[in-house]
């Protein structure tokens, strides 16, 4: 199942620590920055991937 990771602020723009991502190597893709609208992006990502899929 395709999982895109999500975090509602930059990651790089805050900690160290939080540069690395443990989910991120696989995942279908991520997002980072965008608030609450990264979850609709998410979305519509796996769709477009889904019917790209036979």
Not at 6 to 33: K, P, Q, Y
Not at 43 to 48: A, E, G, P
Request: net charge positive; proline share 4%.
């Amino acid at each position: 199942v395709p999982v895109v990771e999500v975090h509602i602020s930059n990651l790089l723009s805050r900690e160290t620590f939080r540069h690395t991502s443990l989910l991120g190597g696989v995942c279908a893709g991520s997002l980072m920055g965008f608030g609450l609208d990264g979850y609709r992006m998410a979305i519509d990502h796996l769709i477009r991937r889904a019917a790209r899929t036979p």
